[in-house]
């Protein structure tokens, strides 16, 4: 299976995709996750331990955690890259989304904006994500515009042009940042 194929079988399976990285010789003592995992190795390696038994995997290998599954991680020395899917059952909490950001390395930054504030055309140079927490935020991206309420999360990636119109009772949101750089 190449990467294009698993992001395709991560979508239609309802998994929300995911890039991560983590550092070399990262190590994770045993816990476990409240949602299914499935990851497909871009570079590096990454030893999986379940039952005592350690498995390594390497670029171009799968591996899946379902959720509730006591694991370790192990880190190899060049660090991992990962393509990866979440799959929760039920919605998204506040804590869950904070937990997932810092997680995956994301800044975590708790603000808002005023009553009908706008950004002109823009793009950061880092990832982004946010879940509203009160209020609302219109996000135009490709000349689509998707309004995001309370509860409501999205990503915008580096380099994507957006602008951003905030609600008539203002939003308060939390947002991650984390730069990916190559």
């Known amino acids: 299976m190449d990467r294009t194929e698993f992001e395709a079988d991560l979508r239609r399976d309802g998994y929300r995709v995911v890039n991560t990285s983590q550092k070399p010789y990262l190590a994770t003592p045993n816990h476990c996750h409240d949602f299914d995992a499935k990851a ?3 570079g590096g390696e990454i030893t999986i331990t379940r039952d005592n038994a350690p498995v390594t ?15 370790a991680e192990q880190v190899g020395p060049e660090g991992v890259a990962l393509l990866s899917g979440r799959r929760r059952t039920g919605p998204l909490s506040r804590e869950a989304f904070e937990s997932d950001l810092r997680r995956e390395g994301f800044e975590v930054v708790h603000g808002g904006q005023k009553p009908c504030f706008a950004e002109d055309l823009h793009a950061h140079d880092f990832d982004a994500r946010i879940m509203v927490l009160s209020g609302e935020i219109t996000i135009v991206r490709d000349n689509k515009a998707e309004t995001f309420k309370a509860g409501d999360h999205c990503e915008i990636a580096a380099g994507c ?6 609600g008539a009772e ?5 947002v991650g940042k984390a ?3 190559a």
């Open 170 to 174: 203002g939003v308060a949101y939390i």
């Open 57 to 71: 995997f390497r670029a171009g290998q799968c591996f899946e955690v379902p959720m509730g599954c006591m694991h």
């Open 179 to 181: 730069c990916r750089r």
């Open 40 to 42: 497909f190795v871009l």
């Open 161 to 166: 042009m957006h602008t951003a119109q905030v």
